[in-house]
């Protein structure tokens, strides 16, 4: 499985746009984006995914540049409910098991 | 539709005794997973499912047992539970179609080991 790389934590105040990077080199023809969103006390949720270009859905967009070393997870103006951490993986296709890092701990103030 | 849901939601353990922990999908998802997630710390897999029958060591396997006996169910065995097995323990499923291969996950099981 590609290795992903994104920052341990990200601080915001409501109302504004956040962006969280994630890095992968390594990503394979095969692999998609995947993002994942963890609130507290509770179990991960899949929020988006993409291969290139952009997607956006009711909850994120997701930006992919065409050579597929990063990409950018856009949360548009942010409220206290979208603390959380955000974990970026690069899923391939007819996986068996993923790796979770310890991703990324959003945290949105007042 | 419960989706992915979790027996027992808390759990206090005594050091040396043993419980089951159960899983129950009723989304007809062939895989499924047991994760356990430590303060601070990301999801580690400790064992999986590719179907009704089959079982898989993931990264954490040790102290735990597993058995998928029926395809909506993936209990969670730990036979002499030990205070380094007290986590929040996360089981999680998918389907076999499609791009996404989303994980539904359930609501978590909380154990405590003293």
């Known amino acids: 499985l590609a290795k992903t790389t994104q920052p341990i934590s990200m601080d915001s105040y409501e109302g504004q746009e956040v962006n969280i990077t994630c890095s992968h080199n390594n990503i394979a023809t095969n692999d998609y984006i995947t993002w994942y969103q963890q609130f507290p006390s509770q179990g991960p949720r899949f929020i988006i995914q993409g291969y290139k270009t952009k997607v956006t859905n009711e909850v994120a967009s997701l930006f992919i540049p065409a050579d597929r070393k990063s990409s950018t997870l856009s949360l548009p103006r942010v409220s206290l409910s979208d603390t959380a951490v955000y974990y970026c993986?690069?899923?391939?296709?007819?996986?068996?098991?993923?790796?979770f890092g310890k991703g990324t701990m959003l945290l949105v103030s007042p | 539709n419960a989706g992915v849901t979790q027996t027992p939601k808390f759990r206090v353990l005594k050091t040396g005794q043993s419980m089951t922990l159960l899983c129950a999908q009723d989304?007809?998802?062939?895989?499924m997973y047991w994760y356990r997630q430590d303060p601070g710390m990301g999801l580690r897999l400790i064992h999986y499912?590719?179907?009704?029958?089959?079982?898989a060591k993931g990264e954490v396997p040790d102290g735990y047992n597993v058995s998928r006996l029926k395809k909506q169910n993936f209990l969670l065995g730990l036979e002499s539970a030990a205070p380094s097995q007290t986590s929040v323990y996360f089981c999680?499923?998918?389907?076999?179609?499609?791009?996404?291969?989303?994980?539904?996950f359930g609501p978590g099981t909380r154990l405590t080991v003293t």
């Open positions: 499912s590719v179907g009704e029958g089959t079982t």
């Open positions: 989304m007809n998802h062939e895989y």
């Open positions: 999680a499923s998918r389907g076999g179609t499609g791009t996404a291969y989303e994980q539904y």
């Open positions: 993986l690069a899923v391939p296709s007819g996986y068996s098991t993923l790796t």
